[in-house]
Structure formats: structure tokens, C-alpha cells
């Protein structure tokens, strides 16, 4: 720091930055000035500093002071300089950078930025993801179903009642969900030999999923998986009970009983055991026989019930989430009623990471190089060798085989393996409305410049 001998007060103190010197060791005319000789110094040091230590930003001082060079100079005299409005940069900023921001022709309005607050719904914890939903038909829900497997960032999505059969309108939906969520595999158990029923589970890339074939019950329905990860299993069964009626003629005390066969067999597999689904017993009443039966089957078997609170919309607790209770892998129970259905979704969070992303293979054709005129080309050279007077399937064989040797010939595929990412979450109708009057308070503010529609800019 450059201090004047005779002027050791604060006030009268004057502070230049790197650059700033570098311009006043070109401006001072008199070499004999003392001044000038203190500035050539300093910044010679400090040339020769930032090249033998160029790392260490931290030791080279960011201001450097020297006397009031007004002081001591009248106007006149060349080499006075007024740096009142200078500014004072970091040791880090560049002379570069000060020159690119110089020359920019776009002045920068500091006061135009907005702070841009933080959702905590966009913090996603590196836990395993789950949800339980009885559904009441997939067939129609799919959009839904994806946009909350999106926005929750679920990695396995557990689904009652899909509705689904063996029929070509369940490969229809099944052909609809992978074009809309790629990444994930939809294992399903439909009901057999009568509408509605049906159990499935949508399981993130990367988990590896067995099934495990078993006895089947007339009083409920469902699917026993193992789903691996790492070096853990989750061994998952998801249950649809049906409510009793004439139709089926199963009473509750047939579904209590194979419940408790069901759950020897289960109780001694390998795994971490994860019950959930829609048992249709009205949990909430402590006070009913067929609950206080099922009850007592869980504390026999080690087992605890985790969902107290409603999942129907009249306000009764249908859906449960059972696990054994010396482990403890499985919390955050929530119930979340956004999507249409009359069932509340069930969201909670394992102790088990989440799968690795994986490696997917893409096969794409580049058919920018390709012109209209030798496409027209290489069709007319690859005419069909079929009559006029053949069968409509033969036709069809040959010009689907015709036009895959032109696209080859043209546009030959190539495979590219990329790593499978989530999707960003998708625009609403709410956000495109709030988004434009966002814009529009910003519109009215740039016109009028009125505080309250600066007011109404910052809220949105």
C-alpha cells in the first residue's frame, strides 16, 4: 500500500485498483514525481508476484492507496485523473474481463434481477421413493399417473384395481405407458374371467424385478415380486381384497383366514417384507370384529400397520401399508388425494437408495444429408417384383421390404448408448395462466414504472 508520508489520515487516502495503475503509469508524465515512482514500484511488484505466485490470489491485495493526487495538482496539469466513480473489483476479476464489460454494448440493470425463491418440492432426498394408490381403472389415468410418478420422483408405484384383462385392449395400454414413461416396467396380475380387480406394480429401470409364483386365493387377489437392490431385496406383495357381496361369496372371515395361510409362507422368505394394498376393512374402528382379527394375526406374525389416518374420501382407512416391526426401513407415511380417484395415494420413503441411472441403447437415422431428388431415386431403382394381381399382404410385404433397403441405403441407423434421465416436470394449465401474468405485471411495470406494479411483478 502506498501511503504519503506527510498525509497519514484516512481522509486523505485515495484507492486505485490493479488496472487503475496500470493506466496511470501511462498517463504521469513527470518521471521525476514521486508519484510516479511509488506507482511504477508497486505495480511492478505486483506483475512479478502474479507470475511467481499465481495461485495464491489471496496475499495480493485487492485495493491499493495512495494520496489524493487532486490535492496536490491543479486541473491543468496533465495526469489528473478523477476517480471518484471508480470501481472496485476483487483480485480475481481479469483486466480482460473489465475490458469485455467495457466494450459490451448492453448496459446491465442490477435493479431489473428478481430473486428467485426456492420450492422445496424440487429437493428430491436420494431415498428410495413409493406409492400405493387403488386406482380404479389405469385404462384412463395414465397421464395422471405419470405426472405424479414425475413430480414425486417415485422409483416403485404400487397400483390396485387396475381394471386390466388379458385382452388386446391391455396391450394397448400397456404399448401407452411405455411410450410415456420409457423408463420404468409395468409388471400387472390381471383378474381372470370377470371385469374390474386387478393388481400391478410400476417399477424404476435398474430394480431388478422377480416374480414369484404362488397359491391362489378366491377371497383376494395378488402379486408377490422380489425387487433387488444392491445388495437388498424388497420382498413386495400387493393384496386387492374385494368387498364382500353376493357376486363373489366370500365373507370377511374366508379372506381373514387365507390371509393368515398366505402370510406363513411369506413370513419365513428372504427379504425385506412390504405388505400394502386395499384391504377394504374399515381400520379406523378398533372396535369391530373383523379388525380386531386381523389385528391380532399381525401382532402373531410380527407384524405393524403404519397408515392411521383415512385413504377413502369418506374418511375411512382402506388402504394399509404392513411391515414386519423389528425392521425399520420403511417412514414418512403421507396420504396425497391429487389424483381422480375416490382412494388417496400413499407416499413414503425407504432407508434403501435409489437404482443407479441406467445405460439405454438409442437407434437413430440422420436424414438431413438426405435431398427429396435422391430419395425419389433410390425409390425408382427398387420396384416392386409382385404382379399387380397378387395378394394385398404380399404387396404390402414387399413395399415395407423396399423401403427399409432405401432407408438403409440412405439414412443407415446408428446406436447410441445414453444414460436414462427423469423427465422435467411437465407445464399445467396453471402454470401457463400464472406465467402470463407474470409477464403481464412485468409489461405494465416497464410501461407506467409505478411501484405497485412492481409490487404485483415480485409476487408472482
Given at each position: 500500500?502506498?501511503?504519503?508520508?506527510?498525509?497519514?489520515?484516512?481522509?486523505?487516502?485515495?484507492?486505485?485498483?490493479?488496472?487503475?495503475?496500470?493506466?496511470?503509469?501511462?498517463?504521469?508524465?513527470?518521471?521525476?514525481?514521486?508519484?510516479?515512482?511509488?506507482?511504477?514500484?508497486?505495480?511492478?511488484?505486483?506483475?512479478?508476484?502474479?507470475?511467481?505466485?499465481?495461485?495464491?490470489?489471496?496475499?495480493?491485495?485487492?485495493?491499493?492507496?495512495?494520496?489524493?493526487?487532486?490535492?496536490?495538482?491543479?486541473?491543468?496539469?496533465?495526469?489528473?485523473?478523477?476517480?471518484?466513480?471508480?470501481?472496485?473489483?476483487?483480485?480475481?476479476?481479469?483486466?480482460?474481463?473489465?475490458?469485455?464489460?467495457?466494450?459490451?454494448?448492453?448496459?446491465?440493470?442490477?435493479?431489473?434481477?428478481?430473486?428467485?425463491?426456492?420450492?422445496?418440492?424440487?429437493?428430491?432426498?436420494?431415498?428410495?421413493?413409493?406409492?400405493?394408490?387403488?386406482?380404479?381403472?389405469?385404462?384412463?389415468?395414465?397421464?395422471?399417473?405419470?405426472?405424479?410418478?414425475?413430480?414425486?420422483?417415485?422409483?416403485?408405484?404400487?397400483?390396485?384395481?387396475?381394471?386390466?384383462?388379458?385382452?388386446?385392449?391391455?396391450?394397448?395400454?400397456?404399448?401407452?405407458?411405455?411410450?410415456?414413461?420409457?423408463?420404468?416396467?409395468?409388471?400387472?396380475?390381471?383378474?381372470?374371467?370377470?371385469?374390474?380387480?386387478?393388481?400391478?406394480?410400476?417399477?424404476?429401470?435398474?430394480?431388478?424385478?422377480?416374480?414369484?409364483?404362488?397359491?391362489?386365493?378366491?377371497?383376494?387377489?395378488?402379486?408377490?415380486?422380489?425387487?433387488?437392490?444392491?445388495?437388498?431385496?424388497?420382498?413386495?406383495?400387493?393384496?386387492?381384497?374385494?368387498?364382500?357381496?353376493?357376486?363373489?361369496?366370500?365373507?370377511?372371515?374366508?379372506?381373514?383366514?387365507?390371509?393368515?395361510?398366505?402370510?406363513?409362507?411369506?413370513?419365513?422368505?428372504?427379504?425385506?417384507l412390504l405388505i400394502t394394498g386395499d384391504f377394504n376393512l374399515h381400520f379406523q374402528y378398533d372396535t369391530i370384529?373383523?379388525?380386531?382379527?386381523?389385528?391380532?394375526?399381525?401382532?402373531?406374525?410380527?407384524?405393524?400397520?403404519?397408515?392411521?389416518?383415512?385413504?377413502?374420501?369418506?374418511?375411512?382407512?382402506?388402504?394399509?401399508?404392513?411391515?414386519?416391526?423389528?425392521?425399520?426401513?420403511?417412514?414418512?407415511?403421507?396420504?396425497?388425494?391429487?389424483?381422480?380417484?375416490?382412494?388417496?395415494?400413499?407416499?413414503?420413503?425407504?432407508?434403501?437408495?435409489?437404482?443407479?441411472?441406467?445405460?439405454?441403447?438409442?437407434?437413430?437415422?440422420?436424414?438431413?444429408?438426405?435431398?427429396?431428388?435422391?430419395?425419389?431415386?433410390?425409390?425408382?431403382?427398387?420396384?416392386?417384383?409382385?404382379?399387380?394381381?397378387?395378394?394385398?399382404?404380399?404387396?404390402?410385404?414387399?413395399?415395407?421390404?423396399?423401403?427399409?433397403?432405401?432407408?438403409?441405403?440412405?439414412?443407415?441407423?446408428?446406436?447410441?448408448?445414453?444414460?436414462?434421465?427423469?423427465?422435467?416436470?411437465?407445464?399445467?394449465?396453471?402454470?401457463?395462466?400464472?406465467?402470463?401474468?407474470?409477464?403481464?405485471?412485468?409489461?405494465?411495470?416497464?410501461?407506467?414504472?409505478?411501484?405497485?406494479?412492481?409490487?404485483?411483478?415480485?409476487?408472482?
Amino acid at each position: 500500500m502506498l501511503v504519503n508520508s506527510e498525509h497519514n489520515s484516512h481522509d486523505n487516502l485515495i484507492r486505485y485498483t490493479r488496472l487503475q495503475l496500470l493506466q496511470l503509469k501511462g498517463t504521469v508524465p513527470l518521471k521525476d514525481n514521486k508519484l510516479y515512482l511509488d506507482i511504477k514500484t508497486t505495480v511492478s511488484s505486483i506483475l512479478k508476484y502474479t507470475v511467481t505466485r499465481r495461485r495464491k490470489w489471496s496475499k495480493i491485495p485487492s485495493l491499493i492507496s495512495s494520496y489524493r493526487y487532486n490535492d496536490h495538482h491543479t486541473d491543468n496539469q496533465p495526469g489528473n485523473i478523477n476517480l471518484a466513480n471508480s470501481i472496485v473489483i476483487s483480485p480475481k476479476e481479469s483486466v480482460q474481463s473489465l475490458r469485455r464489460a467495457k466494450n459490451y454494448p448492453r448496459h446491465i440493470q442490477l435493479d431489473n434481477l428478481v430473486t428467485i425463491k426456492y420450492s422445496s418440492c424440487y429437493h428430491f432426498p436420494s431415498n428410495t421413493q413409493l406409492s400405493v394408490w387403488n386406482a380404479r381403472s389405469v385404462c384412463n389415468k395414465l397421464p395422471s399417473i405419470c405426472s405424479s410418478i414425475f413430480s414425486q420422483k417415485t422409483d416403485i408405484f404400487i397400483i390396485t384395481e387396475t381394471w386390466l384383462s388379458e385382452n388386446a385392449k391391455q396391450q394397448t395400454v400397456l404399448g401407452e405407458f411405455k411410450s410415456l414413461l420409457s423408463e420404468y416396467d409395468f409388471i400387472s396380475n390381471p383378474r381372470r374371467n370377470r371385469k374390474g380387480g386387478g393388481v400391478g406394480v410400476i417399477v424404476r429401470q435398474g430394480l431388478k424385478v422377480k416374480i414369484n409364483r404362488g397359491v391362489c386365493y378366491e377371497s383376494f387377489e395378488h402379486l408377490d415380486v422380489n425387487i433387488s437392490m444392491k445388495s437388498n431385496v424388497i420382498h413386495l406383495i400387493n393384496i386387492y381384497r374385494p368387498p364382500q357381496s353376493k357376486n363373489n361369496g366370500q365373507s370377511t372371515q374366508q379372506f381373514i383366514l387365507d390371509f393368515a395361510s398366505f402370510l406363513e409362507s411369506a413370513i419365513i422368505s428372504s427379504g425385506i417384507l412390504l405388505i400394502t394394498g386395499d384391504f377394504n376393512l374399515h381400520f379406523q374402528y378398533d372396535t369391530i370384529s373383523d379388525v380386531k382379527q386381523f389385528k391380532y394375526i399381525l401382532d402373531s406374525f410380527g407384524l405393524v400397520q403404519h397408515i392411521h389416518v383415512p385413504t377413502h374420501e369418506k374418511g375411512h382407512t382402506l388402504d394399509l401399508v404392513i411391515t414386519s416391526a423389528s425392521e425399520n426401513y420403511f417412514s414418512c407415511f403421507s396420504v396425497d388425494f391429487s389424483l381422480p380417484s375416490d382412494h388417496g395415494v400413499i407416499n413414503f420413503f425407504s432407508e434403501l437408495s435409489k437404482p443407479c441411472p441406467q445405460n439405454i441403447a438409442r437407434v437413430s437415422r440422420n436424414f438431413r444429408p438426405v435431398t427429396p431428388a435422391q430419395l425419389a431415386s433410390s425409390i425408382e431403382n427398387h420396384t416392386l417384383s409382385q404382379p399387380e394381381d397378387a395378394p394385398v399382404d404380399q404387396l404390402v410385404d414387399e413395399y415395407n421390404t423396399k423401403l427399409s433397403l432405401v432407408l438403409d441405403e440412405l439414412a443407415p441407423t446408428k446406436e447410441k448408448v445414453i444414460t436414462a434421465k427423469s423427465r422435467a416436470l411437465r407445464f399445467n394449465d396453471t402454470d401457463f395462466k400464472a406465467r402470463a401474468q407474470r409477464r403481464s405485471a412485468e409489461r405494465k411495470w416497464e410501461q407506467d414504472n409505478l411501484q405497485i406494479h412492481k409490487q404485483i411483478f415480485l409476487v408472482w
